[in-house]
């Protein structure tokens, strides 16, 4: 079945609040990665988190992983309208040669 | 410049036609994909290739044929187009992750196909 289940799937805020989007996987992982899909456009990595890793930080993204958990969050602070996409958590399992997608998050900031 | 780019961006055509898609990568990746994404947006990876040697084959009907030129082209060929064939298909590409862990990936804009 699908490793990477994001959650919400769609999520609907003000213009400068605060964006927090989940994701859990079932198996082992080598790291998790996120991504951004523009409406009509490709996706667009954003961040990798190793599995040795808990916290990442990347301008006004944060991403947390816990591996006992087997669950990740991205956090998308003072939101702009800009950040209006579909954001995806993509998981590198061992041995699979290959990401495992979820769903996506469908994220609209309103202005 | 564009890093990964694909042709056609959109295509229609008709139930039982041939189609190819071309992509092409400037980023000097040695591995290329390609992924189906439903109307559902559930991306799903189709195949891999790793310097023009397929690695991935996910269960694809062999009406999809991959093929890979040079390490920078991975075309995909699709014979006797289906209804069920309508979608989004990306092209992406990436570092050679070797034994290890998977590298974030580039993609293309789409390929989006439909079938009347």
């Known amino acids: 079945s699908q490793q990477g289940e994001e959650d919400p799937q769609a999520l609907s805020i003000q213009e400068g609040e605060n964006a927090t989007m989940n994701c859990s996987y079932k198996t082992s992982i080598n790291n998790l990665q996120w991504y951004r899909q523009n409406s009509g456009r490709g996706l667009v990595h954003l961040i990798l988190?190793?599995?040795?890793?808990r916290e990442k930080h990347s301008g006004r993204l944060r991403v947390t992983l816990d591996t006992s958990k087997k669950s990740s969050s991205l956090l998308i602070t003072a939101s702009r309208a800009a950040d209006t996409a579909s954001y995806f958590c993509?998981?590198?399992?061992?041995?699979?040669?290959?990401?495992?997608f979820g769903q996506g998050t469908r994220l609209t900031i309103n202005p | 410049d564009t890093a990964v780019s694909q042709t056609p961006k959109y295509l229609v055509t008709q139930m039982g036609n041939d189609k190819s898609i071309k992509c092409e990568q400037n980023l000097g990746h040695d591995t290329m994909y390609w992924y189906k994404q439903d109307s559902k947006k559930f991306l799903k990876i189709m195949f891999s290739?790793?310097?023009?040697?397929?690695?991935i084959n996910e269960t694809v009907p062999n009406r999809f044929s991959p093929k890979s030129p040079d390490k920078a082209h991975l075309n995909l060929h699709i014979n006797s187009l289906e209804l069920g064939d309508s979608a989004v298909y990306f092209c992406a590409s990436s570092q050679d992750p070797g034994t290890g862990a998977n590298q974030p990936q580039h993609f293309g804009d789409g390929t989006r196909l439909s079938i009347l």
């Open positions: 993509a998981t590198d399992p061992w041995g699979a040669q290959k990401l495992v």
């Open positions: 988190i190793r599995s040795n890793e």
């Open positions: 290739y790793n310097n023009k040697e397929l690695i």
